[in-house]
């Protein structure tokens, strides 16, 4: 079970911490992420990072911007955003897999999903 939180309204500009709880009893990923969608739009990756070895990737819209760690003692994933800008605002959903070899971008290459955060951003 996937449990996101974090999301708010903040101004452009600003900043939000997004966190991702996963519990289970054997609970052991390849690889978490976040991907996001706006009313209207496709769900759109963000960013992943693999488990064993913190390898990270980002989508070109948020790299610079948006950092993603995690805790494996406490499985837990965060995502800082930075910079905020209007067109972040989405709803943000923490994912893993047990997988490394399909592309992480596509939202059919993961297995699990949390129920999303809501992130809105002023102008």
């Known amino acids: 079970q996937l449990q996101a939180s974090g999301g708010g309204l903040v101004q452009a500009g600003g900043s939000l911490r997004l966190s991702c709880a996963a519990s289970g009893r054997t609970f052991s990923p390849y690889d978490m992420g976040w991907f996001r969608q706006a009313p209207g739009k496709e769900r759109e990756f963000v960013a992943r990072?693999?488990?064993?070895?913190?390898?990270?990737d980002y989508a070109e819209s948020v790299r610079g911007r948006f950092t993603i760690s995690r805790d494996n003692a406490k499985n837990m994933v965060y995502l800082q955003m930075d910079s905020l800008k209007p067109e972040d605002a989405a709803v943000y959903s923490c994912?893993?897999?047990?997988?490394?070899?399909?592309?992480?971008?596509?939202?059919?290459?993961?297995?699990?999903w949390g129920q999303g955060t809501l992130v809105t951003v002023s102008s």
């Open positions: 994912v893993t897999r047990r997988d490394l070899v399909l592309p992480s971008t596509s939202s059919k290459n993961w297995d699990y």
């Open positions: 990072i693999v488990w064993s070895t913190r390898r990270t």
